[in-house]
């Protein structure tokens, strides 16, 4: 009570010399009074002055929520008594660093999931739906996570920011509740470790089709999936991870989010507009990237950089060519890991870049492809949910010593008017008719459709009319014409890769 | 009644922003949705949370190893928008020379890192090149413009107050061409002071999205601005038409907007009502949105308000900021050419970086994450500023004569001033107030004083309140029509930006204060004004090296002329500081001269029934740079070879007295037998109060009554009819004003 009252008068004295007030006006306030209000009726640019030299003096940082709400000098001496003893309990330093610019130490990250428990607890969401995580910030979405998580939700990883029974970091915050004790002392990844294996996250893809798929994972199949991938490398030196991937995607989730939290070291997110440097006080860096990211990064490597893990899309021959071109001349200590897999199927094989054979990858231990059919199944422990196997859609072909040749995608077959054709097939022929333009072709299959669906391709040209001449029939000979949209470019997303969903999107748009 | 119309057309323009160092580089830019927002590197911005700004990093890399030896980068960034900007309207050096040039510049940030440098790091040579007006000076001397050179300084409405103001001045045939834009070079004090206020986004902004939080950058952007009419002449093509500009004040706050937009909405039915754009035909809005809570709502609900179209969302809108960052000074003119890169491929610039918009944001088509195809005829743009100052612009592509009434008669109502210890007004002959030292407005008039008001504000508030009262107008009248408010001053608020350098250099980019840094910039005096008696009409900030006053005099002239207003006040100001005093003395300006001081006119047109108790006649203003034939030994002047009429008396007020002599000799050999008098032998002005005195002097003597408590000394005529008042600035620029007793009274 004493310290309370001793930082009372410490209070007004620095709002008197804040705003400069004469002394008959500071004894007219109280300290219950509204500062923006009678007597002193202060102005917002008063309030933010106060605040930031009662930071300097009591050595305290103010979050946002401290700006919110009525400004009196009782409240602001609550704050700052908050904000002291936040700092003192949080003494580690940083350990997620957001793309906002803003950063939480492993305490506050704790104590942040403890209230959105205690909140969710409460919240009256329903458990037996996935529950959509709406932020977009990567620290708050994950403090979401795995508040909903560990509180027996479902939590579902998103790409769009709306749809029912949907939540967000704000939303919670504002609510009231008490800390919750469910987190102990523990790191959070023994906690998540020991969940039972009814714990899932959803991760929902762009899907082939254009319409959005949902992939529910265990929990306990992604704790294990980092567990195999830090027996399989020594990452036990890194000190940050630069995420250049967001945890709303499977592969993010796991390198971005769960592997930083196995190996208790910061991770910095990345925005997609704005990319930062890491702080010159690391020494050992992993960034975690897809293909597109490679041509801004290559060029601010520094020798900070041991990893360059790669997955979400092929690196490709001429970035693996630039990979050894910048191992050779300046960065011989670095390291590339180029991950094959995808949402479906979890990691299933890597190659180290610059070394490796560009289609040659290695299979991670606990995986195996068994022919069937003149495919391959997969089985392994990182499948979704309930699935055993699940066909590979990719070509291979099976080398000694747990190797494989990576041969591209499988063509797929379509059913069109009755009739079974290929994709590639057609690729092929618009390949031939538009040399040299980057194309992608996609049959979306529609129920109420006599022809089965849409057979539709994209074309990245200035904008073109399509005349179905004789020509163009010959040259289809017969296999069936898509209809042709042509766009200046093709549009990739957040992971780097062409979406029938961003490709309808960019269509959509230049019509407007 | 002759017939006027307004064709004011585009005919080229030139951009340099972090988006690239010309328009082509910038439509690149927008086209692959790449923001010129990086982390920065060209000053120290240790401890703020945020360290990311759009630099132009072409001219500060080729120049910033000499960068002291020349101008401050906001005039580099100038030459360059312009020199591409005269090359797109096929304007050679050599067609200019020829042609009657005007120069409209907006700047917010002065030469500010020629005023941190000087003060923190004592290069005083430097701080020569600190004024606002010197960066228009510099650009003018370089592309050799002899007619007006205007300085605008409303902040972040600066370079779009110019547009206006071209317009105007091209409507009115003062001028075949203006250049006109802005230009601004970002600096640690704007950077820091930004921050206090807690306004800049941890990454690249995103107006009206749930990220909050502005980006600040720097660069220039020029347009070429002729009448239709001139354009056809020489086969120039035109790019659009200038239809309509307005400008309006909230009178609500210092840096925050008026939370329903209502002054977005006022400026915006101004400029609607002044052209034949009708709400129908805009295709798009380019707005201010500058990703802050307090604007982005506030600003679509005033835009909306003034259209009111069935579908808000049939007008897309988008603000280009994500791009560049937020240029200040030179916003309006770069956001507006951002639209017109767009616009001339068939499409719309877009906010970038959008995943989520904002609550208060909702139920609009806000074109987000990349250029749309869409075919427009007509487009809109608003900024708004610190201050409360808001401006809209209208173009479209095709060309129309826009009827005009014919201009309305302009009259002074009133004046007064505060300056060497006494307060003064048109009513009386002997001072109506004193006192010692500075001038304190609290003890004078308590109601209209606010907590840490500047000296600057003050003595603009106590010289206005003087001016009401000899005009006889109540301010307080609830029911008035939206008064317009005018401000000229040199160097602003200097002795709060003594306090904010101190700051900085003292505590680092952290220590500066969000109390003092609304106060820097040059039009928070009239934000003061707007505030104290609640003018909420058009506006305009000026700065000059002696003529700001009758700038904001003559932009009042033109707004009352149009009948945008039908009553203005027009404010000059100055305060005096250690800072200002190096700053004039590197400007080599006499001693005596520095001191606090202010003046104010009340001035009028025929629609307001207090015209008939007018004191004057305002007929007719030009300006131009004084320059000296070596062939005939002779001073010439291009502001004085449109007057048609010759004065029955001329004031010719000088900021360098040296040469007063030479300019009074050129004068008289003009004008053989009209008296030209001294204005600083009836006051010893400042610099920024020296040309709107010398007004007050001139109507005193129209009205045979006392200036400053000193009989005006006249020889030929006992009572002029008209008198011709040139002002010139430090660097011999000239505006003049010719005034005349009120016909029929």
Same mark, same amino acid.
């Given at each position: 009570?004493?310290?309370?009252?001793?930082?009372?008068?410490?209070?007004?004295?620095?709002?008197?010399?804040?705003?400069?007030?004469?002394?008959?006006?500071?004894?007219?306030?109280?300290?219950?009074?509204?500062?923006?209000?009678?007597?002193?009726?202060?102005?917002?640019?008063?309030?933010?002055?106060?605040?930031?030299?009662?930071?300097?003096?009591? @050595?305290?940082?103010?979050?946002?929520?401290?700006?919110?709400?009525?400004?009196?000098?009782?409240?602001?001496?609550?704050?700052?008594?908050?904000?002291?003893?936040?700092?003192?309990?949080?003494?580690?330093? %940083?350990?997620?660093?957001?793309?906002?610019?803003?950063?939480?130490?492993?305490?506050?990250?704790?104590?942040?999931? %403890?209230?959105?428990?205690?909140?969710?607890?409460?919240?009256?969401?329903?458990?037996?739906?996935?529950?959509?995580? &709406?932020?977009? =910030?990567?620290?708050?979405?994950?403090?979401?996570?795995?508040?909903?998580?560990?509180?027996?939700?479902?939590?579902?990883?998103?790409?769009?920011?709306?749809?029912?029974?949907?939540?967000?970091?704000?939303?919670?915050?504002?609510?009231?509740?008490?800390?919750?004790?469910? !987190?102990?002392?523990?790191?959070?990844?023994?906690?998540?470790?020991?969940?039972?294996?009814?714990?899932?996250?959803?991760?929902?893809?762009?899907?082939?089709?254009?319409?959005?798929?949902?992939?529910?994972?265990?929990?306990?199949?992604?704790?294990?999936?980092?567990?195999?991938?830090?027996?399989?490398?020594?990452?036990? @030196?890194? =000190?940050?991870?630069?995420?250049?991937?967001?945890?709303?995607?499977?592969?993010?989730?796991?390198?971005?989010? &769960?592997?930083?939290?196995?190996?208790?070291?910061?991770?910095?997110?990345?925005?997609?507009?704005?990319?930062?440097?890491?702080?010159?006080?690391?020494?050992?860096?992993?960034?975690?990237?897809?293909?597109?990211?490679?041509?801004?990064?290559?060029?601010? &490597?520094?020798?900070?950089?041991?990893?360059?893990?790669?997955?979400?899309?092929?690196?490709?021959?001429?970035? =693996?060519?630039?990979?050894?071109?910048?191992?050779?001349?300046?960065?011989?200590?670095?390291?590339?890991?180029?991950?094959?897999?995808?949402?479906?199927?979890?990691?299933? %094989?890597?190659?180290?870049?610059?070394?490796?054979?560009?289609?040659?990858?290695?299979?991670?231990?606990?995986?195996?492809?068994?022919?069937?059919?003149?495919?391959?199944?997969?089985?392994?422990?990182?499948?979704?949910?309930?699935?055993?196997?699940?066909?590979? =859609?990719?070509?291979?072909?099976?080398?000694?010593?747990?190797?494989?040749?990576?041969?591209?995608?499988?063509?797929?077959?379509?059913?069109?008017?009755?009739?079974?054709?290929?994709?590639?097939?057609?690729?092929?022929? !618009?390949?031939?008719?538009?040399?040299?333009?980057?194309?992608?072709?996609?049959?979306?299959?529609?129920?109420?459709?006599?022809?089965?669906?849409?057979?539709?391709?994209?074309?990245?040209?200035?904008?073109?009319?399509?005349?179905?001449?004789?020509?163009?029939?010959?040259?289809?000979?017969?296999?069936?014409?898509?209809?042709?949209?042509?766009?200046?470019?093709?549009?990739?997303?957040?992971?780097?890769?062409?979406?029938?969903?961003? &490709?309808?999107?960019?269509?959509?748009?230049?019509?407007? | 009644?002759?017939?006027?119309?307004?064709?004011?057309?585009?005919?080229?323009?030139?951009?340099?922003?972090?988006?690239?160092?010309?328009?082509?580089?910038?439509?690149?830019?927008?086209?692959?949705?790449?923001?010129?927002?990086?982390?920065?590197?060209?000053?120290?911005?240790?401890?703020?949370?945020?360290?990311?700004?759009?630099?132009?990093?072409?001219?500060?890399?080729?120049?910033?190893?000499?960068?002291?030896?020349?101008?401050?980068?906001?005039?580099?960034?100038?030459?360059?928008?312009?020199?591409?900007?005269?090359?797109?309207?096929?304007?050679?050096?050599?067609?200019?020379?020829?042609?009657?040039?005007?120069?409209?510049?907006?700047?917010?940030?002065?030469?500010?890192?020629?005023?941190?440098?000087?003060?923190?790091?004592?290069?005083?040579?430097?701080?020569?090149?600190?004024?606002?007006?010197?960066?228009?000076?510099?650009?003018?001397?370089?592309?050799?413009?002899?007619?007006?050179?205007?300085?605008?300084?409303?902040?972040?409405?600066?370079?779009?107050?110019?547009?206006?103001?071209?317009?105007?001045?091209?409507?009115?045939?003062?001028?075949?061409?203006?250049?006109?834009?802005?230009?601004?070079?970002?600096?640690?004090?704007?950077?820091?002071?930004?921050?206090?206020?807690?306004?800049?986004?941890?990454?690249?902004?995103?107006?009206?999205?749930?990220?909050?939080?502005?980006?600040?950058?720097?660069?220039?952007?020029?347009?070429?601005?002729?009448?239709?009419?001139?354009?056809?002449?020489?086969?120039?093509?035109?790019?659009?038409?200038?239809?309509?500009?307005?400008?309006?004040?909230?009178?609500?706050?210092?840096?925050?907007?008026?939370?329903?937009?209502?002054?977005?909405?006022?400026?915006?039915?101004?400029?609607?009502?002044?052209?034949?754009?009708?709400?129908?035909?805009?295709?798009?809005?380019?707005?201010?949105?500058?990703?802050?809570?307090?604007?982005?709502?506030?600003?679509?609900?005033?835009?909306?308000?003034?259209?009111?179209?069935?579908?808000?969302?049939?007008?897309?809108?988008?603000?280009?900021?994500?791009?560049?960052?937020?240029?200040?000074?030179?916003?309006?003119?770069?956001?507006?050419?951002?639209?017109?890169?767009?616009?001339?491929?068939?499409?719309?610039?877009?906010?970038?970086?959008?995943?989520?918009?904002?609550?208060?944001?909702?139920?609009?088509?806000?074109?987000?994450?990349?250029?749309?195809?869409?075919?427009?005829?007509?487009?809109?743009?608003?900024?708004?500023?610190?201050?409360?100052?808001?401006?809209?612009?209208?173009?479209?592509?095709?060309?129309?004569?826009?009827?005009?009434?014919?201009?309305?008669?302009?009259?002074?109502?009133?004046?007064?001033?505060?300056?060497?210890?006494?307060?003064?007004?048109?009513?009386?002959?002997?001072?109506?107030?004193?006192?010692?030292?500075?001038?304190?407005?609290?003890?004078?008039?308590?109601?209209?004083?606010?907590?840490?008001?500047?000296?600057?504000?003050?003595?603009?508030?106590?010289?206005?309140?003087?001016?009401?009262?000899?005009?006889?107008?109540?301010?307080?009248?609830?029911?008035?029509?939206?008064?317009?408010?005018?401000?000229?001053?040199?160097?602003?608020?200097?002795?709060?930006?003594?306090?904010?350098?101190?700051?900085?250099?003292?505590?680092?980019?952290?220590?500066?204060?969000?109390?003092?840094?609304?106060?820097?910039?040059?039009?928070?005096?009239?934000?003061?004004?707007?505030?104290?008696?609640?003018?909420?009409?058009?506006?305009?900030?000026?700065?000059?090296?002696?003529?700001?006053?009758?700038?904001?005099?003559?932009?009042?002239?033109?707004?009352?002329?149009?009948?945008?207003?039908?009553?203005?006040?027009?404010?000059?100001?100055?305060?005096?500081?250690?800072?200002?005093?190096?700053?004039?003395?590197?400007?080599?300006?006499?001693?005596?001269?520095?001191?606090?001081?202010?003046?104010?006119?009340?001035?009028?047109?025929?629609?307001?029934?207090?015209?008939?108790?007018?004191?004057?006649?305002?007929?007719?203003?030009?300006?131009?740079?004084?320059?000296?034939?070596?062939?005939?030994?002779?001073?010439?002047?291009?502001?004085?070879?449109?007057?048609?009429?010759?004065?029955?008396?001329?004031?010719?007020?000088?900021?360098?007295?040296?040469?007063?002599?030479?300019?009074?000799?050129?004068?008289?050999?003009?004008?053989?037998?009209?008296?030209?008098?001294?204005?600083?032998?009836?006051?010893?002005?400042?610099?920024?109060?020296?040309?709107?005195?010398?007004?007050?002097?001139?109507?005193?003597?129209?009205?045979?009554? +006392?200036? +400053?408590?000193?009989?005006?000394?006249?020889?030929?005529?006992?009572?002029?009819?008209?008198?011709?008042? +040139?002002?010139?600035?430090?660097?011999?620029?000239?505006?003049?004003?010719?005034?005349?007793?009120?016909?029929?009274?």
């Amino acid at each position: 009570m004493k310290d309370f009252e001793g930082l009372v008068n410490q209070v007004r004295r620095q709002i008197v010399i804040s705003v400069e007030l004469e002394e008959s006006e500071i004894a007219q306030l109280s300290d219950d009074d509204d500062l923006l209000g009678s007597p002193l009726f202060l102005d917002s640019v008063d309030l933010l002055q106060i605040y930031a030299d009662c930071q300097r003096k009591f @050595g305290v940082v103010f979050n946002n929520a401290d700006y919110e709400g009525t400004h009196t000098v009782s409240s602001i001496v609550t704050r700052t008594i908050s904000a002291k003893e936040t700092k003192s309990t949080s003494t580690d330093s %940083a350990q997620f660093y957001s793309s906002d610019g803003k950063h939480y130490s492993s305490a506050e990250f704790k104590q942040h999931i %403890a209230h959105l428990i205690t909140v969710l607890q409460s919240a009256g969401f329903d458990k037996t739906k996935p529950l959509r995580v &709406l932020d977009v =910030d990567p620290v708050k979405m994950m403090m979401v996570a795995v508040a909903a998580v560990f509180s027996g939700y479902k939590p579902l990883m998103s790409a769009q920011p709306q749809g029912e029974n949907a939540v967000s970091f704000a939303q919670l915050l504002s609510k009231q509740g008490e800390a919750s004790s469910m !987190l102990d002392a523990k790191c959070i990844f023994q906690q998540l470790a020991t969940l039972p294996s009814k714990a899932v996250i959803f991760f929902e893809t762009s899907g082939s089709t254009g319409v959005p798929v949902r992939i529910e994972k265990s929990l306990a199949s992604m704790v294990q999936e980092v567990e195999e991938l830090t027996t399989l490398f020594d990452f036990s @030196g890194l =000190d940050l991870i630069d995420a250049y991937v967001s945890p709303v995607h499977m592969y993010g989730f796991i390198w971005s989010f &769960l592997l930083p939290l196995k190996l208790e070291i910061p991770v910095l997110y990345q925005s997609n507009t704005l990319l930062r440097p890491a702080p010159e006080t690391v020494n050992h860096v992993m960034a975690v990237i897809v293909p597109s990211i490679w041509q801004s990064l290559s060029d601010a &490597l520094t020798a900070q950089y041991c990893y360059i893990v790669n997955s979400g899309g092929k690196f490709g021959e001429q970035r =693996d060519a630039q990979f050894a071109e910048r191992v050779q001349s300046k960065l011989p200590d670095l390291q590339g890991i180029d991950v094959l897999g995808s949402t479906e199927t979890g990691a299933i %094989a890597y190659r180290m870049m610059g070394q490796d054979h560009i289609q040659t990858y290695q299979l991670l231990p606990t995986v195996s492809l068994q022919p069937s059919d003149g495919e391959h199944l997969i089985y392994s422990d990182f499948l979704p949910l309930g699935v055993e196997c699940a066909p590979l =859609d990719d070509k291979i072909e099976i080398l000694a010593n747990n190797k494989i040749l990576h041969l591209g995608r499988k063509d797929s077959v379509f059913k069109f008017k009755g009739k079974r054709y290929s994709l590639k097939a057609i690729e092929d022929k !618009l390949s031939q008719l538009f040399l040299g333009h980057a194309l992608r072709v996609y049959f979306i299959e529609q129920a109420d459709s006599v022809r089965g669906g849409e057979l539709i391709a994209f074309v990245a040209k200035e904008s073109s009319h399509f005349d179905i001449t004789d020509e163009v029939r010959a040259l289809f000979q017969d296999l069936p014409i898509p209809k042709i949209e042509f766009i200046d470019e093709l549009p990739t997303n957040a992971m780097g890769k062409v979406t029938l969903q961003g &490709l309808q999107e960019k269509v959509r748009n230049a019509r407007v | 009644m002759p017939e006027c119309k307004s064709q004011v057309v585009i005919t080229g323009y030139g951009v340099i922003s972090s988006c690239g160092d010309n328009a082509q580089e910038l439509y690149n830019s927008m086209q692959s949705q790449r923001s010129g927002v990086v982390p920065l590197s060209c000053f120290d911005v240790t401890g703020l949370p945020s360290d990311i700004a759009g630099i132009v990093r072409s001219v500060r890399e080729k120049h910033q190893d000499k960068q002291t030896d020349l101008p401050d980068f906001s005039t580099l960034f100038a030459i360059e928008a312009i020199e591409e900007a005269l090359s797109a309207a096929n304007l050679s050096r050599h067609i200019l020379v020829n042609k009657r040039v005007a120069l409209c510049v907006g700047n917010a940030n002065t030469g500010m890192e020629k005023l941190e440098q000087g003060i923190m790091e004592n290069q005083h040579e430097g701080l020569v090149e600190y004024p606002a007006h010197k960066q228009s000076d510099n650009i003018a001397k370089h592309f050799g413009v002899l007619g007006p050179v205007l300085t605008f300084t409303s902040a972040c409405t600066s370079s779009s107050s110019a547009l206006g103001f071209a317009k105007q001045l091209l409507d009115n045939d003062v001028v075949d061409i203006v250049i006109a834009g802005g230009t601004d070079a970002l600096a640690k004090t704007i950077y820091a002071g930004f921050h206090s206020l807690q306004s800049v986004a941890p990454e690249v902004c995103s107006p009206y999205d749930v990220k909050m939080g502005l980006s600040l950058g720097e660069g220039a952007g020029f347009l070429v601005l002729e009448n239709y009419n001139h354009a056809e002449a020489r086969n120039q093509p035109t790019i659009m038409q200038l239809a309509g500009t307005a400008s309006s004040l909230d009178a609500y706050h210092a840096t925050a907007p008026e939370p329903q937009g209502a002054g977005v909405r006022r400026s915006f039915e101004t400029a609607l009502r002044s052209s034949d754009v009708t709400p129908e035909d805009l295709d798009y809005v380019n707005t201010h949105g500058t990703g802050t809570p307090a604007n982005d709502g506030a600003e679509l609900k005033g835009i909306f308000a003034a259209l009111n179209p069935q579908d808000k969302t049939s007008i897309p809108v988008s603000s280009s900021k994500s791009y560049f960052g937020h240029t200040l000074g030179a916003a309006g003119a770069i956001e507006f050419i951002s639209a017109l890169v767009a616009i001339e491929k068939g499409q719309l610039p877009s906010t970038l970086n959008g995943d989520d918009i904002r609550e208060d944001c909702q139920g609009h088509h806000i074109v987000v994450n990349g250029l749309i195809d869409h075919n427009v005829a007509c487009i809109g743009a608003t900024n708004s500023a610190f201050g409360g100052h808001n401006t809209t612009m209208l173009a479209r592509k095709s060309v129309t004569a826009i009827p005009k009434a014919e201009g309305k008669k302009v009259y002074i109502l009133g004046h007064g001033s505060i300056a060497e210890q006494g307060g003064y007004s048109n009513g009386a002959d002997q001072p109506l107030l004193s006192y010692e030292g500075e001038f304190a407005l609290k003890p004078f008039q308590s109601k209209l004083y606010r907590r840490r008001m500047s000296t600057i504000g003050q003595y603009a508030i106590g010289a206005s309140y003087l001016a009401f009262s000899g005009a006889d107008v109540d301010y307080s009248d609830a029911e008035k029509p939206p008064m317009g408010a005018y401000f000229g001053t040199t160097l602003g608020a200097s002795q709060v930006q003594q306090r904010n350098l101190s700051d900085l250099q003292e505590y680092g980019p952290t220590g500066v204060k969000s109390t003092l840094f609304p106060d820097t910039v040059l039009n928070a005096p009239l934000g003061n004004l707007a505030l104290a008696f609640d003018l909420k009409g058009c506006s305009a900030n000026f700065s000059d090296l002696g003529n700001e006053g009758m700038h904001a005099l003559w932009h009042a002239f033109m707004d009352l002329r149009e009948d945008k207003i039908a009553c203005a006040l027009v404010c000059s100001a100055e305060d005096k500081s250690n800072t200002s005093d190096l700053v004039w003395q590197q400007m080599q300006v006499a001693g005596q001269r520095l001191a606090s001081s202010a003046n104010a006119l009340v001035a009028v047109n025929e629609q307001d029934p207090r015209a008939s108790r007018a004191l004057a006649q305002v007929d007719e203003f030009n300006a131009g740079r004084w320059v000296f034939d070596e062939d005939s030994q002779q001073w010439d002047c291009a502001a004085l070879a449109q007057l048609t009429d010759k004065p029955d008396l001329i004031v010719l007020s000088m900021v360098n007295a040296g040469q007063f002599e030479a300019i009074s000799k050129a004068l008289q050999a003009q004008f053989s037998t009209t008296q030209v008098i001294n204005g600083r032998a009836y006051k010893e002005s400042g610099i920024a109060c020296q040309s709107l005195d010398a007004i007050s002097l001139a109507t005193c003597a129209l009205n045979g009554r +006392m200036f +400053m408590g000193r009989e005006v000394a006249l020889q030929n005529t006992s009572k002029p009819e008209s008198v011709l008042v +040139m002002s010139v600035n430090t660097q011999l620029s000239a505006t003049t004003c010719l005034v005349s007793t009120v016909k029929g009274k």
